[in-house]
């Protein structure tokens, strides 16, 4: 059996304040394979991005914060890793990719700078020159054709899309098994956005990662993942390949999300009522998604 | 088809930095008319908050002149123009003044266009909740303890209060859940007849205008490329840009995906 490069199981967070506990995450479980692009999809507040700090194990360090059960990346229990260790995997074999480029790279520091930074993480001892071939070489591949001008840019110098695809070719450099990619181009125009996704789509398919995908808008993700798991407050409501959750949509929660995204082809503003609907329902899993 | 409530004749913005000169918008020329949504799509750089900020009277345009009622807008606005065309921005956290409450943000805009009798006024703000769907006693709140499309509400019973005719949405949803979105847009639907409003539209969803929009003007870097009823742009997208847009649209269906396609090959008569 193959190893799944993410296995989360029965995942529980909560945080303890003055007042009362607060549970965020109720269990959840999901598990991606290598090479699979899985989304994890949900309204703000499900509990999304949590889930994504957890997995980099930035969640642990913070005192509040209680977790349960078991994150396994890579067959290694990230339980079981010290802190150090569990730093030494961030960057190296998970990175992630924020919504927005800008802000997440360094006002101060040119781009050439920070991609040899993120080069030394899994080869402390690369030179200048060495960095530059190897970064020039991972821009390219994001169609950033004239990489010289771009390493002596700043960050504020570059367009947002420019910035977005040098995040891209920063997060792939040390092929990562596992990129997470939070809210992608959500920042960024419509139409610079669909290019992002479908570079980054070609190229982790090309360099064979596996994605988790986070995202609140289900066209993006309809267009970019193999399977999706619909998360509401804190609970998986719905799992299974892409294709199969957006033509039949089990749950009444996923149903009621599709029903209230206005649709290209017309036909009014959806009707969805006023009233907030009960979405206790349990599980829907979709066949031939994943592996247990 | 309605009179024009608003004419935009060969409106230009040239903003001067110091060392150079940075067109926002050329020579742009359309109007909106009574009792229309009218959308203003296009990507960043596109001229769209320019628009919006001529037509509010934020600055004046370089050239050019703006018409409402037929009567050209002064640069410097009179109280009653400011009261004829209200905003509603993307962001309501940021509009709504955290140290006020809900109700006293109302009251305001009834005080400073001197709207009904004094006493009156507590009561039509209940009113104006009532009509945004929210419960009376939200007046008494602050914009902190409301959720985000409760607070849009309040922002758009705020365009109310001033009984304005024209109001400027300016990515009134791309900050909400999809849920709440729906909710938001339907009610801003039901508003315009039973107000007799006219929306001009700012937005880069094109998914939203289609259903929401009876117009549609496509804005690329400071020029109007295209200008129609939105089911004949949809139908047969003239310009290339315009294509392209509609071809980067993410769609939820195998459907729309056809459709979306076609478009942006030229469009469904093709």
């Keep these: 059996m193959i190893v799944p490069t993410l296995d989360i199981r029965d995942l529980r967070l909560g945080f303890r304040t003055y007042e009362a506990y607060v549970e965020v995450l109720h269990g959840i479980s999901l598990n991606i394979a290598p090479g699979e692009r899985v989304a994890l999809v949900g309204e703000s507040g499900s509990g999304k991005s949590v889930t994504a700090r957890i997995v980099l194990g930035l969640l642990q360090l913070l005192r509040s914060a209680r977790i349960s059960g078991s994150v396994v990346f890579e067959g290694r229990d990230l339980d079981r890793l010290s802190a150090r260790e569990r730093q030494r995997l961030r960057g190296t074999r998970m990175t992630m990719v924020f919504q927005d480029p800008t802000s997440s790279l360094n006002p101060v520091y040119r781009i050439g700078t920070q991609f040899h930074e993120v080069l030394r993480r899994t080869e402390p001892r690369i030179n200048e020159h060495a960095a530059r071939e190897r970064a020039a070489q991972m821009l390219l591949e994001v169609s950033i054709d004239d990489p010289d001008r771009v390493f002596e840019s700043y960050p504020f110098q570059l367009s947002g899309g420019m910035n977005q695809r040098v995040m891209i070719a920063m997060a792939l450099a040390n092929e990562p098994a596992l990129l997470i990619a939070d809210e992608p181009g959500t920042a960024l125009d419509v139409t610079v956005q669909a290019q992002t996704l479908k570079l980054m789509r070609e190229l982790v398919e090309h360099h064979h990662t596996s994605v988790l995908f986070i995202s609140h808008n289900l066209g993006v993700v309809r267009e970019f993942a193999d399977r999706v798991y619909v998360i509401y407050k804190g609970r998986i409501v719905e799992q299974g390949p892409c294709a199969s959750v957006f033509e039949r949509p089990g749950h009444a929660y996923t149903r009621a999300l599709m029903a209230a995204v206005p649709r290209i082809t017309g036909g009014g503003l959806p009707d969805i009522g006023d009233e907030p609907r009960d979405f206790s329902q349990p599980l829907v899993v979709h066949e031939s998604g994943g592996y247990a | ?270």
């Design chain 2, 1 to 270: 088809m309605s009179p024009p409530l608003l004419e935009v004749h060969g409106a230009s913005k040239v903003f001067r930095l110091e060392d150079r000169e940075v067109p926002a918008l050329l020579d742009v020329s359309f109007d909106v008319r009574e009792g229309e949504c009218l959308a203003i799509v296009g990507e960043s750089g596109a001229g769209k908050t320019t628009v919006a900020n001529l037509i509010l009277g934020v600055y004046p345009p370089t050239d050019g002149t703006i018409l409402m009622h037929g009567e050209p807008l002064p640069a410097r606005r009179r109280r009653e123009h400011r009261r004829a065309i209200q905003l509603v921005q993307q962001n309501p956290l940021s509009t709504l003044n955290p140290k006020r409450t809900v109700g006293a943000s109302l009251r305001l805009a009834l005080d400073v266009h001197r709207i009904g009798e004094r006493r009156e006024r507590p009561e039509i703000v209940a009113t104006l909740l009532e009509e945004v769907g929210l419960p009376g006693d939200f007046a008494r709140r602050y914009p902190a303890a409301l959720s985000g499309g409760q607070r849009q509400r309040v922002a758009v019973a705020r365009a109310l209060a001033c009984r304005s005719e024209l109001v400027v949405l300016d990515e009134p949803t791309s900050s909400l859940d999809v849920l709440v979105q729906a909710r938001v847009l339907r009610l801003l639907e039901e508003l315009k007849p039973r107000r007799g409003l006219t929306y001009l539209f700012i937005t880069h969803d094109l998914s939203v205008v289609r259903n929401f929009a009876d117009r549609v003007a496509v804005f690329e870097k400071g020029r109007l490329l295209e200008i129609g009823v939105t089911e004949a742009l949809f139908a047969e997208p003239e310009h290339p840009y315009t294509r392209r847009l509609i071809s980067a649209v993410p769609v939820v269906s195998r459907e729309e995906e056809l459709v979306r396609d076609r478009l942006a090959e030229g469009g469904l008569n093709a």
